[in-house]
């Protein structure tokens, strides 16, 4: 019984925090995602299934938890600086890409005064290789710290354990981010569906599975 309840309330709780969507406001997390998805995402905004809100959830408090432990580690001079409230906007021809700003960390390393930016990701197992998106996602932060390493950094959630990948800032990378937002955002405008993109390999567990293929 106290399931149900439980569920029913985080169920509440996610739509009632739910961000509003405005189209030309686009998020550098999505838009290396199946565009057809990230609309149906502006034009539907069907709920996710509580596993994957959870899981969501999750990351959320794992990011919190490693950003906590760093600014304990800059207190005590084993870091040089921590900065958390990262707020980046790229804007062109009338579109905006905001980046959130509890998706990354910026850290100075005090041994080497070297500036790394960590983007902090909560997985179910370590993964031998990191994902597109997340490496579209952090080309972005970098481009606004084009001093900077940066780090995908996997941590698995049933043992703590970690992975990181190192990178760099991307030019061609960061142009190709930049069409994709404007491919999003004429569909968005005339309505036309985007083309699915099979590729992702993630359409046996979207949330617009039945509405993608009904629409052909």
Known sequence: ?????????????IRANRKYRAIGVYY???LFWCLRRVYYD?????????????KMMAG????NMIAEILKWASSVGAVKSVDTE??????FNGIKIAGRVDEVVVITLSDFDEKCVVEVKSVSGLPDKPRMEHIGQLNFY?????????YLLYINRSDFS?????????ENLFAQLLSRAEK????????????????????WKCVYRNICYSSG
């Open 1 to 13: 019984m106290i399931d149900v309840v439980i569920t029913d309330i985080i169920m509440r709780y």
């Open 28 to 30: 550098p997390s999505e």
């Open 42 to 54: 502006y034009t539907i905004g069907k709920d996710r299934d509580l596993e994957t809100i959870l």
């Open 60 to 63: 959320s408090v794992t990011h």
């Open 86 to 91: 990262i707020g980046c906007e790229y804007e």
């Open 142 to 150: 970098l481009y606004f710290n084009r001093d900077a390493k940066g």
């Open 162 to 170: 970690m992975k990181s990948f190192e990178y760099r800032y991307d």
């Open 184 to 203: 999003l955002h004429r569909h968005l405008v005339s309505g036309v569906l985007p083309d699915r993109e099979v590729s992702h390999g993630e359409c």
